[in-house]
């Protein structure tokens, strides 16, 4: 049988930033308002001439520069978005296009904040069944085009970003499992219909992600029988960070092994994992060996986790 690992990560921030203070001049709000409720500081919005493509490409370009890989050795793209500007081709298709990748399967997943987690998971299926040997998985978003700036409840939360991850075939566990669900029930919660702007309810979301999020990353833990004391780091959605405290306080993980970006990039949806992943291993605070446990939630509803030894 062949296994999934993590062969290298590669990340994308747009250079302009929006400050909370940048925010008190298009909405009635302030910076201490939305650092105690989101513990956001700051945000990257994409340029005009960029977009959720142009974006992911500069960050798979890193993964594969680390990797020591050229677009020839990819089997498969994966990119996972929703926002991208076309509905067809796919992201993925125009990213392939933009790396001068060869003929292989390219399309797009879209689970909102949590089509990472889809992303990752299929890709591991791809490789487990021996039918791909290096997969590149991309989540991109440009949130700050579909947000609605005169709404002050929803467009302080998103920022924009890219984070890319280079799966390959291993004789040992990398990605140990992937566990995802949804819940159609409730998608009048958190929606962003075609050519309009993102809605949510924001207290329900708090509520449903913090009980799911810890659900389903207990049963990755069940799954491989490990415990959280096995967990050498969390690489959490970064949604908002009273999520993020609630949900490692319920798994008893102390917040010092949780990865957190949200201060600095806000919510970037589908790349906020593979972002936050690529920092903290160019920091060095994730090293080989390590086991991760990553976890995202989102519109759908969607959510889902996975327990990677990276």
Request: one cysteine or more.
């Amino acid at each position: 049988m062949k296994y999934a690992r993590i062969a290298a990560t590669g990340s994308y921030l747009p250079p302009k930033i929006m400050t909370n203070a940048d925010l008190e001049a298009i909405v009635e709000t302030n910076d201490a308002w939305i650092q105690q409720r989101t513990g956001i500081k700051q945000r990257h919005i994409v340029a005009a001439d960029d977009n959720v493509v142009s974006m992911a490409a500069k960050a798979a370009r890193k993964a594969l520069d680390t990797a020591e890989l050229k677009p020839q050795d990819i089997n498969m793209i994966i990119v996972a978005t929703c926002s991208s500007e076309h509905v067809f081709p796919s992201a993925a298709c125009m990213l392939q296009q933009a790396l001068g990748m060869p003929n292989c399967p390219a399309f797009d997943v879209q689970a909102a904040c949590s089509g990472f987690m889809y992303a990752l998971s299929i890709a591991t299926q791809f490789i487990a069944t021996q039918q791909c040997q290096r997969i590149l998985i991309v989540g991109s978003e440009a949130m700050s085009k579909v947000v609605d700036w005169t709404d002050r409840s929803s467009c302080i939360l998103f920022g924009d970003g890219a984070g890319a991850m280079i799966l390959e075939a291993s004789a040992t566990p990398g990605i140990f499992s992937t566990h995802l669900n949804s819940d159609g029930n409730f998608k009048d919660v958190l929606f962003l219909r075609n050519g309009e702007h993102v809605q949510m309810q924001g207290n329900t979301v708090f509520k449903m992600a913090v009980k799911w999020l810890s659900e389903v990353a207990t049963e990755a833990l069940v799954a491989n029988n490990m415990q959280a004391a096995d967990i050498d780091w969390v690489v959490p959605h970064q949604a908002n960070i009273r999520i993020i405290q609630s949900t490692v306080k319920l798994l008893n993980i102390p917040l010092e092994k949780v990865i957190v970006t949200v201060a600095e990039h806000a919510n970037t949806s589908a790349a906020s994992i593979p972002l936050a992943l690529d920092i903290a291993i160019r920091d060095g605070r994730i090293v080989r060996g390590q086991n991760l446990l990553f976890e995202a939630f989102g519109g759908g509803l969607t959510w889902g986790s996975a327990l990677v030894r990276y």
